[in-house]
RNA sequence: GCCCCCGUAGCCCAAUGGCAGAGGCAGGCCCCUUAAAAGGGCUCCAGUGUCGGUUCGAAUCCGACCGGGGGUACCA
């Protein structure tokens, strides 16, 4: 035992007495298996009965990455926000599911590893045992037994099976679903179906081509693809990244690292396949805006045209364009500098009398077109973001078609147009377009405006509504029409002249899928001697990872190296010999592994049926706590509320949802989104301070003087900002513990504000929250004896009406996820009770409602109060208490009389009182009729129990 | 540039169309204490970023602007 200061009563609820009631309690907590989950069937299903009748509810949070410094107070903010809300439903009647894991493969675990010269499992699993024991300190009540780390071999041979599972599928566009590939070579062989556009690479027929040329057919198709196509390299990290991975200034997420687009072999996730389903299915979702916004954004889908422009030198040139309303006003045409066609369409003379804009003052249109390819693939995206909006380019010498007036117009290359969005081509229409507008004017090319400004317009291009001009040809003319309709005259017109056709593109690209890196899943893949990718049979499964000497990545400031990826250095497993029906052969393994995301895309599922062995998750079990509400007609599914940060807006949150909907396809899974309800919390900000280098210095040794801030002798600047390593601004749940214990932290930490809102942490500003566990605990305990301090006295009238508000407001707070209201509705409560009672004496009936209210946040003070009191067993099962409606209303109630909106009185009435009755009030009253008299009252507003308004 | 969120007391935040204050921190005063504070009590403090509109009535709804935060950006 812990010895009290002797000057302090010995009872008395201090940081000391707070940590041992909390270490006894956690203790309890896992002998008594408290927070044990039943499942509805399996090896977890004991205990089941006992909550058979109740509804359900899934809770998680995003789960954390174990980072060598350990946690600081802003990361458990969501973890004790769920915590508090799962505790509250439990004992408002729900079976509640709640567990926790750990995010263990990828960058970031890796990085530390190299960083400290340790194996990444090493470092990872002590990072893990300490996450562990801080959480475990916090008192959070998860089920121990459903904890799954995303590096343990048991958990990531299901990764590895989904993965199997992605492989040996196909999107069905017609059915816009996912199926197996085996369905798709039936409907092949049986003639029924063609080949996917752009997956036969050869010039015959499926029934023509030879077994390897109908895998590689095949493997177009699938889900998930070996693909050579530009991707972001970056050297630093020894890998490649996915487009969410990289910043809009061209840098890697993690490390902030130059990124280079440089075409290399590569897995990808045929995720924009689902693209469509992606968007559409926030609608169902209850989520943030903000998040949806960001998803919708990413997604970026565009309807219009794809329109075809005939050329001399033979390909036509496809773009595609949200506006063909304004097809006539296109008056040249630009590829991206990395477009296929350039080659053929560049002419081997200029011809005569081109401006030298145009040439770049170049003698061959040749040499300006390499020399401008050149330039533009050696500036970083931070120079062309540099370099403003200044529209640079080339011409090729060369012309295409308008199909709309038959106009030869010249073709251009420049840098502001991006191959890797729709077809890396556009028709430039300078008229409606400020892009196309200043590159016209640089160039001196002609501008047609082919939607009528109004006559105060001023501006350049104009992209607002207006009447369709200048757009008249042999067979089409818009003129006068509106943009809609326009659009639609044109596409029909296009479609019906074989010119192009209706179109939607969408900015979502496939998903980068493997990385040059030791710490991740290795993919269950293998290269036979035709060298196309073949999945390893289900029972090789789990392919562990082999351990190695030297796990560093191969990293360079080179551009130009070329992955390596770390596998590649054990010779003897990456090539075995293996009979995959075909008699033993020898295979090349896939070197690569999964990026970070991979095992975070389904670890909630995992956390339903961590045992089991069979499957990833047993059907059952996945209908039970996360299958549709048939009560709720559209429901998707999913995680009954999940918390998290904002920063995996595009990242895991749009990865899991992918992964689920192939899961959903594919029959393994009854709910079609991971996520049903998601909440994004805010930050735990905190005061940063910089010395005159602009270096952060030790906030914790800054002190203030007469309202400045100094470091030693030296002033330092405030700044403030996400509590960090970088900004030296962290203070540690340990600290907390040590000084107030972890109930007076989680109080803290829900009183700041709402869950959704960033807060500035003050450590100064905890004493607060001590202070109401200490006048809790002195309304139940006798500081002094230890003794229970409440009596048996029946509850007076006045009392019951704080206590009923109390519990009405403090379910309300729970319920809204603003844990603040509820706290400051508890402290209201006790308020009244450390006046009303000042001597002690608070009756029993009284206090064990605040203690039970007390409970999901302060659950350890709880527990003890609650035994105090004389109950035997933990309260996490007890019920929540209801307010009784008889005490919310007051006999009487004190109105505001207003005379036009302006308080002018008040007047005590029964509460029940009618309109007229109250009227009749406020006249009685002397000061009101002071006001009426001699004015003749023109309205009267009177809002029964609320207040009364005469309007005069 | 475009989109989203947020501006209430020195600070963090309540009040979601009806008397601007629930609660906390800090400040001030008092009590307990040899003393101290992480104890107890009392108390001071704003008219809601600005301007307009809707309404009997606006912190709340609408519009514009200012300030802060976030997302995204030659996306055709």
Avoid at 592 to 616: H, I, K, V
Wanted: include cysteine; glycine fraction near 8%.
């Amino acid at each position: 035992m812990i010895e009290q200061p002797a000057d302090i009563p010995p009872y008395r609820y201090t940081a000391a007495m707070a940590r041992r009631i909390e270490l006894a309690w956690q203790d309890r907590w896992d002998v008594d298996g408290t927070f044990h989950t039943p499942n509805p069937v399996g090896p977890l299903s004991e205990g089941f009965d006992r909550v058979v009748g109740r509804p359900k509810l899934y809770v998680n949070d995003m789960f954390p990455y174990p980072s060598g410094a350990g946690l600081h107070v802003g990361h458990p903010l969501g973890f004790i926000g769920t915590d508090v809300f799962a505790r509250y439903q439990r004992m408002n009647g729900h079976h509640v599911l709640h567990a926790m894991g750990f995010d263990a493969f990828g960058l970031p675990a890796e990085q530390y590893a190299v960083e400290t010269g340790q194996h990444p499992r090493v470092t990872t699993e002590a990072n893990i045992v300490n996450y562990r024991r801080q959480l475990r300190r916090l008192g959070l009540g998860h089920d121990p037994r459903r904890s799954v780390a995303t590096a343990d071999v048991s958990y990531y041979r299901w990764t590895q099976w989904i993965f199997r599972e992605i492989f040996n599928s196909w999107f069905d566009a017609d059915a816009q679903r996912g199926r197996p590939i085996d369905e798709l070579v039936t409907d092949l062989d049986a003639g029924i179906r063609e080949p996917g556009q752009g997956t036969n690479p050869f010039d015959r027929t499926w029934p023509e081509l030879s077994t390897v040329e109908r895998r590689e057919v095949v493997n177009n198709h699938r889900l998930a693809y070996v693909s050579e196509a530009p991707v972001n390299w970056c050297p630093a990290l020894g890998t490649v990244l996915a487009n969410e991975e990289v910043t809009a200034d061209g840098r890697s997420d993690r490390g902030n690292f130059p990124v280079y687009r440089r075409p290399l072999k590569q897995w990808m996730m045929r995720i924009t396949a689902y693209a469509d389903r992606l968007l559409a299915d926030l609608d169902r979702l209850d989520w943030t805006e903000s998040i949806k916004l960001m998803q919708r954004n990413w997604i970026g889908r565009s309807t219009g045209a794809s329109v075809i422009f005939a050329t001399d030198a033979g390909p036509g040139i496809e773009v595609f364009t949200t506006r063909p309303d304004t097809l006539f006003g296109a008056t040249y045409m630009v590829l991206a500098p990395e477009h296929p066609l350039v080659e053929v369409l560049t002419a081997s003379q200029w011809p005569d009398g081109v401006a030298e804009a145009w040439t770049g003052k170049v003698a061959l249109p040749r040499e300006a077109v390499l020399s401008y390819q050149k330039r533009a693939s050696q500036r970083s995206e931070m120079d062309r973001q540099a370099e403003a909006r200044t529209k640079t380019g080339v011409f090729v010498g060369s012309y295409a078609a308008n199909p709309a007036n038959g106009e030869q117009i010249p073709v251009f290359i420049a840098d502001y147009v991006l191959m890797g969005y729709g077809t890396g081509a556009i028709m430039a229409v300078p008229g409606q377009d400020q892009r196309d507008w200043d590159f016209a004017e640089a160039f001196e090319l002609p501008i047609v405006r082919t939607v009528q400004p109004p006559p105060d317009f001023t501006g350049e291009a104009f992209t607002g509504q207006g009447p369709a001009i200048n757009s008249a040809g042999e067979t089409l003319t818009l003129d006068g029409m509106g943009i809609v309709e326009a659009k639609a005259a044109m596409i029909d017109w296009l479609e019906q002249y074989g010119h192009g056709a209706g179109a939607v593109t969408y900015k979502l690209r496939d998903w980068l899928f493997s990385r040059q890196r030791y710490w991740g899943e290795p993919f269950p893949i293998v290269y036979g001697a035709d060298g196309l990718p073949q999945a390893l049979p289900e029972e090789m499964l789990p392919l562990t990872l082999p351990d190695i000497e030297d796990f560093t990545p191969k990293t360079s400031d080179d551009e130009n190296s070329d992955p390596e990826p770390p596998l590649g250095r054990i010779a003897d497993w990456a090539t075995v010999r293996l009979d995959l029906g075909e008699g033993e052969q020898e295979y090349r393994r896939e070197l690569n592994t999964m990026p970070q995301w991979a095992g975070s895309c389904w670890y909630e599922l995992r956390y339903l049926d961590p045992t089991n062995d069979q499957s990833f998750v047993d059907k059952e079990i996945e209908r039970y706590w996360m299958g549709p509400d048939p009560a709720k007609p559209g429901d998707t599914g999913g995680v009954d509320l999940y918390i998290g940060g904002v920063e995996h807006a595009v990242l895991h949150l749009l990865y899991s949802r992918f992964w689920h909907k192939v899961l959903f396809d594919l029959g393994h899974v009854s709910s079609e989104e991971p996520f049903r309800r998601l909440f994004n919390q805010g930050y735990v900000l905190a005061d940063a301070f910089v010395d005159n280098r602009g270096v952060y210095v030790e906030a914790e040794q800054v002190e203030q003087r007469d309202g400045r801030f100094f470091y030693g002798d030296e002033e330092v600047r405030r700044e403030h900002g996400k509590m960090g390593k970088s900004l030296k601004n962290s203070v540690t749940p340990d600290e907390m513990y040590a000084d107030y214990g972890a109930d007076t932290l989680r109080l803290y930490e829900m009183f700041t504000g709402p869950m959704d809102q960033s807060r500035p942490w003050e450590t100064k500003a905890v004493v607060g929250s001590m202070r109401l566990l200490q006048r809790i605990w002195r309304v139940v305990v006798d500081e002094n004896t230890g003794k229970v301090r409440t009596s048996e006295s029946a509850v007076p009238v006045e009392t019951s009406r704080v206590l009923h508000r109390t519990i009405a407001g403090v379910r309300d707070g729970m319920e809204t996820l603003r844990f603040n209201i509820a706290i400051a509705k508890i402290t209201e409560l006790t308020n009244h009770l450390t006046t009303a009672y000042a001597q002690g004496g608070v009756p029993a009936a009284v206090a064990e409602p605040l203690v039970l209210m007390l409970a999901p946040l302060a659950p350890h003070a709880a527990e003890e109060m609650w035994s105090t009191l004389g109950h035997e067993q933990s309260l996490t099962w007890e019920a929540f208490p209801v307010p009784d409606p008889a005490y919310l209303v007051d006999e009487t109630v004190e109105i505001p009389v207003q005379v036009n909106g302006k308080v002018r009185a008040t007047v005590v009435v029964p509460a029940d009182i009618d309109a007229a009755g109250m009227e009749a009030a406020a006249r009685a009253d002397t000061r009101v009729a002071a006001y009426l008299d001699g004015n003749t009252v023109r309205k009267v507003v009177a809002v029964p129990g609320r207040l009364i308004n005469f309007v005069v």
